[in-house]
């Protein structure tokens, strides 16, 4: 079992940028996909970005361009760089993963492996 944290949510100002940090511990993610999901009443959980144990990037459409995903293995961690934040930004961000394959069922049917959120507010 993988034990998620993630870090780095606020509240900021429409335009503005915010870097999540998820770090892992318990084991080795170098073998696992990784990624980001939000949730708010109103759309429930929605996909934000998705990493592959290969480095492959994917993304939502609403933050494509916006938002970078990255992860670094040696620290155990993955990255959400937020730029260009609007107010429909805001949600609670989850980090996850998953070593099950193919990748893009993974995404679509959630991760299993999840930390407890942090709150993002982005007020315009």
């Known amino acids: 079992q993988v034990r998620l944290v993630e870090s780095g949510g606020g509240s900021v100002q429409a335009g503005d940028s915010l870097r999540l940090s998820c770090t892992a511990s318990g084991r080795a993610i170098s073998n696992y996909h990784m990624g980001w999901f939000r949730r708010t009443p109103e759309k429930g959980r929605e996909f934000v970005a998705a990493?592959?144990?290969?480095?492959?990037?994917y993304y939502g459409d609403s933050v494509k361009g916006r938002f970078t995903i990255s992860r670094d293995n040696t620290k155990n961690a993955q990255y959400l760089q937020m730029n260009n934040l609007k107010p429909e930004d805001t949600a609670v961000y989850y980090c996850a993963v998953d070593q099950r394959d193919p990748i893009g069922v993974v995404i679509s049917l959630g991760m299993d492996q999840w930390g407890q959120g942090t709150q993002v507010t982005v007020s315009s």
């Open positions: 990493i592959s144990r290969d480095s492959s990037t």
